[in-house]
């Protein structure tokens, strides 16, 4: 399984930007792919889910109502809309692919450095 992300770069408040993960390698039924971010010196943080079967979608409290996260199965990619940025959304995002019914998610994009200045 291959992940590739982009999309990352610098904003302002209160702007938008989407990310972008190209997934190949395999077929991905009945896997689920999220979005993830980590600041430096603090813990990777789940941002975002969905199912790669029926588009079910969850998020963190910290993002909810601001950003979604959409699969195109044509495309293989799955995309992280983010609006209304914060300062605190300052982060690498990575994208990564679960197995189903595997524990935790074991496949990982390189990450997309996402600056949000106020």
């Known amino acids: 399984v291959q992940l590739q992300a982009s999309g990352g770069g610098v904003v302002q408040a209160g702007d938008s930007l989407r990310l972008s993960c190209s997934a190949s390698?395999?077929?991905?039924?009945?896997?689920?792919m999220g979005w993830f971010r980590q600041i430096p010196g603090k813990e990777r943080e789940q941002v975002a889910t969905i199912t790669w079967n029926w588009g079910t979608t969850s998020y963190s409290d910290s993002v909810k109502g601001r950003f979604t996260i959409s699969r195109d199965k044509v495309r293989n990619t799955i995309d992280l809309q983010m609006n209304s940025l914060e300062p605190e959304d300052t982060a690498v995002y990575y994208c990564?692919?679960?197995?189903?019914?595997?524990?935790?998610?074991?496949?990982w994009g390189q990450g997309t450095l996402v600056t949000v200045s106020s």
């Open positions: 990564a692919a679960q197995r189903g019914g595997a524990r935790q998610f074991a496949y």
């Open positions: 390698g395999r077929t991905f039924t009945n896997w689920n």
